[in-house]
């Protein structure tokens, strides 16, 4: 089961011990998906405390430098379907059952590196907000299950996009309706109800962070993650991404180590 990143890859999936991996494997593997009985990655998250490791197995020769992210599925709120990454059920638009799909590594703020994910859109799906960022990314109660103690993107998606025109949002947010202890709103907006297909890239050099969607010009910089996000040094840190409608997909994410 293979997919296109630019590069000859296969992609498999495997459930151990409760924690759920995707793993790259270079080209002419011909494994399945395996989750231990079927497609969907389930399993109890093991407390933030999980000690760091290293991601993935080195992908094609051609692209030495490029890694996969282990990844866990804390609650079992996503799907594997053809080498995707979707939110299980059917939620109506503007649903605020939101999950997070995120690295099973969770000291992301000692290192520097560059992530890449890509994610698809359906035509006239529900309104959603496709969260892509750094953090403890856990369920907030109190703000509608956006993640909390994390730095993100907040990306409006869908027929009517909750009326705001399809903004993107840069934030970061602990715990508390509206708290933001960083926000940058309205720094851009993707194309509408039409739907795509859209790049994410976050890259971190020491305390400074820059979000970007490739395909759409916009960059946000935070100079200072202490300043905007002091949780991240003194919690999980953790690549995460998610939302609340199946009518979303994300390709497996890819890691780039800076020396």
């Not at 594997?80 to 995120?102: A, D, F, V, W």
């Not at 934030?171 to 509408?192: C, E, F, I, M, R």
Request: net charge negative; hydrophobic share 40%.
């Amino acid at each position: 089961m293979c997919k296109d990143f630019g590069y000859a890859i296969c992609w498999r999936a495997l459930v151990l011990g409760g924690l759920s991996l995707s793993v790259l494997a270079s080209a002419g593997c011909d494994s399945p998906i395996k989750t231990g009985g079927g497609v969907k990655l389930d399993g109890a998250s093991p407390p933030d405390a999980v000690p760091g490791a290293d991601v993935g197995l080195a992908p094609d020769a051609a692209t030495p430098n490029w890694d996969s992210i282990d990844l866990l599925d804390a609650d079992g709120g996503f799907d594997l379907t053809g080498g995707e990454i979707r939110r299980t059920g059917n939620e109506p638009s503007q649903s605020s059952n939101r999950h997070y799909m995120k690295s099973v590594r969770a000291d992301y703020i000692a290192s520097d590196w560059t992530y890449q994910i890509t994610f698809h859109s359906s035509a006239n799906a529900p309104d959603d907000i496709i969260f892509i960022g750094l953090g403890e990314a856990v369920p907030d109660s109190s703000f509608y299950n956006e993640p909390r103690n994390s730095v993100n993107f907040r990306i409006h998606q869908g027929a009517t996009s909750f009326g705001n025109g399809w903004d993107v949002d840069v934030v970061a947010h602990d715990v508390g309706n509206l708290h933001w202890t960083y926000s940058n709103l309205g720094v851009g907006a993707l194309p509408g109800a039409a739907g795509g297909t859209h790049t994410v890239q976050m890259s971190k050099s020491g305390a400074e962070t820059t979000l970007e969607i490739l395909d759409a010009g916009i960059v946000v910089t935070i100079p200072d993650l202490a300043v905007a996000a002091p949780f991240l040094y003194t919690g999980a840190s953790r690549i995460f991404f998610g939302n609340a409608s199946s009518a979303y997909s994300f390709d497996p994410p890819l890691l780039l180590l800076s020396p």
